[in-house]
């Protein structure tokens, strides 16, 4: 009986830590498993190849009619625009069709159109809980290694809004300072014809004075894109296929779109060095050209990254694009200067290497003469290790500098 009254109280004072160890393993547990199952649903839902589409064979030309109607849009932006504020941290790899309005109450709403045949594979609403509005993203394919995605629209026709009667999965992310809750549908193929309608877009209803639609495309029959770490790129599969979209259109449809190439905020800017389509993918391995990450970080958090590229209409302009959440010394945004050739200032990023040297930057506005009130240094440590450091002080005079202790490192 003594024996028996010892095992009941080490149970009753043990019991407790080792329910609370359970339940923590089974949060654990769980977690980590829905964490696996929404990458893998993620995953099918960004691309999705029903085996009932047709073989894409080499057919290059998909699309003869444009997404919104002559004269109503300003220009289009080319791939690789940088927008750490908004999340685009990476070079974005989809284009825009710009409004014409200086300001919201001049917008108005465009119709969108299918540019050819295709299945609407994917449908998802995006409720932006920051801005307190709701809009559309449309996944859609001519054929099995082909994807056309059409993002924020603010209406979709019937036929396509009914597909979110019910929802295959909601989830809710933070991108630069916005917080979203999207929920998506896979259709498995509704069809539209080249011309059909697809919905509206209104960027004032976006409380916005830009972007009447971002329209971007993959295909899978390409070669990936040379990424230096490919295995940081997870969760979005068709970022290693991202194309054009343009080069698939008719002739003389491709061609009077890449004549309207031009700036963001300006339009009188215009993107006249090859490709006119813009590059989504910089990296140069071995340099400290291309996207970044924090020690461990993935794609999946592109806050926290940074880029070194090229400007995507002035390309001879070096940029600098430093997420929200990626070091304390810069603020988030995008940096541009003038590449030098030779040198430790402002030297192109393509001709850094981990030659143990430390290299200086001006930041200037992109036009204009105005230069930032801080400069950046970085040294490349290896062939995929950086470290990186704003410092507030006007311009690098001529050197050495100095790391201080806000020094971030980040790596391929």
């Not at 916005?178 to 960027?203: D, H, M, Q, S, W």
Request: a neutral charge.
């Amino acid at each position: 009986m003594p024996n028996l009254k010892r095992f009941i109280s080490w149970k009753l004072i043990f019991a407790p830590f080792i329910i609370f160890a359970l339940l923590v393993l089974s949060r654990i547990i769980f977690h980590t498993v829905d964490r696996f199952l929404w990458s893998r649903e993620l995953d099918n839902s960004l691309i999705f190849h029903p085996e009932q589409l047709p073989e894409c064979e080499d057919k290059k030309v998909f699309f003869t009619t444009s997404p919104i109607k002559d004269g109503l849009y300003r220009n289009i932006v080319p791939l690789g625009k940088f927008g750490p504020e908004s999340g685009h941290v990476f070079p974005t790899k989809h284009t825009y069709f710009m409004a014409p309005a200086k300001n919201i109450e001049e917008q108005y709403d465009v119709d969108i159109f299918a540019p050819g045949d295709l299945f609407i594979t994917t449908v998802q609403r995006w409720n932006n809980k920051t801005l307190g509005l709701t809009e559309y993203f449309l996944y859609a394919s001519p054929c099995k290694d082909v994807e056309v995605t059409f993002y924020h629209l603010n209406e979709l026709t019937p036929k396509l809004l009914s597909a979110l009667d019910k929802t295959d999965y909601c989830k809710e992310e933070q991108t630069g300072n916005t917080k979203y809750e999207f929920c998506g549908r896979n259709t498995k193929g509704i069809t539209v014809k080249a011309g059909e309608l697809l919905g509206k877009a209104n960027p004032a209803k976006k409380k916005s004075i830009k972007q009447f639609l971002d329209f971007g495309m993959s295909d899978h029959r390409t070669s990936e894109l040379k990424f230096t770490n490919p295995s940081r790129w997870v969760g979005d599969f068709d970022k290693k296929h991202m194309v054009c979209p343009y080069d698939y259109f008719t002739p003389e449809l491709r061609q009077k779109f890449l004549s309207q190439m031009a700036d963001y905020d300006d339009p009188s800017i215009k993107r006249t060095i090859e490709p006119l389509c813009g590059e989504y993918m910089q990296d140069v391995s071995g340099t400290a050209q291309g996207v970044w990450f924090r020690v461990g970080a993935d794609s999946r958090e592109e806050d926290a990254q940074i880029t070194l590229a090229h400007h995507n209409v002035l390309a001879q302009k070096g940029i600098f694009s430093i997420g929200t959440m990626a070091t304390q010394t810069i603020e988030a945004g995008t940096y541009p200067f003038d590449p030098k050739p030779q040198g430790l200032t402002n030297r192109d990023f393509k001709d850094i290497t981990a030659d143990g040297k430390t290299y200086c930057f001006e930041p200037s506005a992109l036009t204009g003469t105005y230069k930032y009130p801080f400069r950046v240094i970085l040294q490349m440590t290896s062939s995929t290790k950086l470290k990186i450091e704003g410092q507030k002080t006007e311009g690098c005079g001529s050197g050495p500098w100095q790391f201080d202790s806000d020094v971030v490192e980040f790596e391929r």
